[in-house]
């Protein structure tokens, strides 16, 4: 499902608020964070990542490599920080992408 613009601002209005809970170091991105950031998906639905100054990657590259391996949805990239999106597929999780549907 590919988000719409008003879905993508809506997100960006819930994401304000959010620390980043991954960071990403000069160790780069690894099999086990990926899995991690995952299993925050499943949960949260909305997380932010960040990208420490020491870091060799780029927010794009990442983007897409997160986007690949965890099928999330990027809604916003601002530096070095990302916005992901997944729906969770338990229903006991899904606050917010009940209301993306409704938007």
Do not use: W
Not at 24 to 45: D, F, N, V, W
Not at 68 to 97: A, D, F
Request: glycine share 6%; with cysteine.
């Amino acid at each position: 499902m590919e988000l719409r613009g008003k879905q993508k601002r809506f997100l960006r209005s819930k994401a304000h608020h959010l620390q980043p809970i991954f960071q990403i170091g000069k160790g780069g991105i690894s099999g086990p964070m990926i899995t991690q950031i995952g299993e925050a998906l499943e949960k949260r639905e909305l997380i932010k990542v960040s990208l420490l100054q020491n870091t060799d990657e780029i927010a794009t590259d990442v983007a897409h490599i997160l986007t690949e391996e965890v099928h999330c949805q990027v809604v916003q990239i601002i530096g070095r920080i990302l916005v992901l999106y997944r729906p969770s597929s338990k229903e006991k999780y899904q606050r917010i992408s009940k209301e993306v549907k409704a938007i």
